[in-house]
């Protein structure tokens, strides 16, 4: 029920609604607002606090409007009636009833509330925060909802740690605040090919891939053609980070300089030479290809791939999977496969040619350590032969277990004892 005072507002709500209904023709009395909290008293004292309540007396809602002055005061892009609305729309909707005609269209209650007190905007619009991928080169940014900061490189976020800010001379009263979801969405590394280097200085240049820094040799710099290139500074904890990262796996690499017509195929960390035959019958061809410096180039190709990497033929001719042990690529029958637990690791492919030049290998490189079922014994191979490790040669500061490659005992039955 409406109080006695709302019941003799009534009639006067209804006649200034008249003249409402005129007044995008009028010149309306000076604007008000009022936050929402006092609009909140406004709806306890009008309908106890009920923003949908339609008790029948001709007025709807939390600030019992009537409908004549919800049609006037454009109610209806919201809902037919005031009580269908939501509290917000009803609320706006106030907002212009109380520019055009003050707080006495509430005559007991919007004075009661201190309505005509409080010039508060409701719904204050968001602040208007640019877009970090419009700022420059070297811009710090960050989010007004986090204390993340990032430096803006070539349409990257890179982040800044808080050990980067005096070495690196970032000055964080330079901060820009920019749009929230913008910042969280910035890539965090720069795109494939910048040329960058420590931000804290030093003469060393790097070359990114895939978020990966590749080191620019002294001859690779003019040679491959990176000093013509911009050379941005980044952070040294990202930097350091950066430069211990592999180019993902499957990416297809070349010499930066296009003289070398070899073709590369990355495998965790390595560089797996692709034949010509391969290159397009491997579909390598459709694939993005991306320049690499020289140097770095020839130490990643003569790199063995990592013990413990399971490969398969990308042809997919060859049915059989293998296990790299010392660059032999050991083959596993399905026991094994399973047997192993190597089938809860990836399985790479690898060019057909290079993996059957890995398994025609006499044997492993110097130094791999073999076991195989059946045996608590660890070998070692050394030139060609193994020999049983001792149990103090593993442990801190010493040998890791970790590195140790499980073969099918046929495998290890092959070598000689020492």
């Given at each position: ?5 709302r ?8 006649a200034?609604?008249?003249v ?5 023709l ?5 604007a008000s ?9 406004v709806a306890?004292?009008?309908?106890s606090g009920?923003?949908s ?8 809602g939390?600030?019992?409007?009537s409908m004549?002055t919800?049609r006037?005061?454009g109610?209806?892009?919201y809902a037919s009636?005031?009580?269908?609305a939501t509290?917000q729309q009803q609320?706006?909707t106030?907002?212009k009833i109380?520019?055009?005609?003050g707080q ?6 919007g004075?009661a509330?201190?309505?005509g007190a409080d010039?508060a905007n409701?719904?204050?619009?968001a602040p208007s925060?640019p877009d970090?991928?419009?700022l420059?080169a070297g ?5 007004p909802n ?6 803006m490189i ?9 050990s ?5 001379h970032?000055?964080?009263?330079k ?12 890539p965090?590394?720069?795109?494939a090919?910048?040329?960058v ?5 030093g003469a060393n240049r790097y070359?990114?891939?895939?978020g990966a820094?590749l080191?620019?040799?002294?001859s690779?710099?003019?040679?491959d053609g990176?000093n ?35 073709r590369?195929?990355?495998v965790?960390?390595?560089a797996?030479h692709?034949?010509a035959?391969e ?5 390598y061809?459709?694939r993005?290809?991306m320049g690499?410096p ?12 990592a013990n413990g ?5 990308a042809?997919?001719?060859n ?12 083959p596993?029958t399905y026991?094994?496969?399973?047997g ?10 690898a ?8 398994a025609?290998?006499a044997?492993?490189?110097d130094?791999?350590m073999?076991?195989?079922p059946g045996s608590?014994?660890?070998?070692q191979v050394?030139?060609?032969k193994?020999?049983?490790?001792s149990?103090?040669?593993?442990g801190?500061g010493?040998?890791s277990f970790d ?6 005992a046929?495998f290890t ?6």
């Open positions: 029920m409406l109080s006695a005072a019941k003799k507002s009534a009639l006067a709500v209804t200034t609604a008249l409402a209904l005129a007044a995008p009028l010149t309306t009395t000076t607002a009022a936050s929402v909290s006092t609009w909140d008293k306890q004292c009008e309908a009920n923003w309540i339609n008790t029948g007396n001709g007025y709807y939390g600030l019992q409007i004549s919800w006037a005061f109610g209806t892009q009636r005031p009580d269908q509290k609320i706006l106030g907002e109380l520019a055009g005609q006495g269209a509430w005559p007991s209650c004075p509330a201190g309505l010039h409701p719904y204050p619009s925060y970090p991928s419009t420059g811009t710090l940014v960050k989010s986090g204390p993340a900061v990032k430096v070539e349409g990257a976020g890179v982040p800044v740690a808080g980067d800010v005096t070495p690196d970032y000055d964080l009263s901060i820009v605040l920019v749009d929230d979801a913008a910042f969280n969405g910035l965090s590394a720069p795109p090919g910048t040329v280097h420590d931000q804290a200085g070359v990114v891939i895939d820094a080191p620019i040799s002294a690779d710099w003019t040679a990176y013509v290139r911009r050379d941005m500074g980044v952070p040294t904890s990202w930097l350091q980070a950066a430069v211990q990262r592999s180019v993902s796996n499957g990416r297809v690499v070349m010499d930066q300089t296009g003289t070398d017509p070899a590369y195929v990355m965790n960390g390595s797996l692709i034949s035959a290159w397009t019958a491997n579909g061809d459709g993005s290809l690499v020289t140097s770095w180039l020839a130490s990643t190709a003569a790199k063995q791939l990497t399971i490969v398969k033929d042809s997919g001719t049915p059989t999977v293998y296990v790299m042990a010392g660059g032999v690529a050991v596993l026991a094994d496969f399973t192993l637990g190597y089938d809860k690791r990836p399985l790479e492919a060019p057909g040619e290079w993996l059957g030049s890995a025609a290998k044997a492993p490189a130094g791999t073999l076991l195989s608590n014994t660890v070998w050394q030139g060609g193994k020999r049983a490790m149990a103090d040669e593993f801190a010493k040998l590195d140790v490659v499980s073969v099918p046929a039955a092959k070598f000689p004892t020492v």
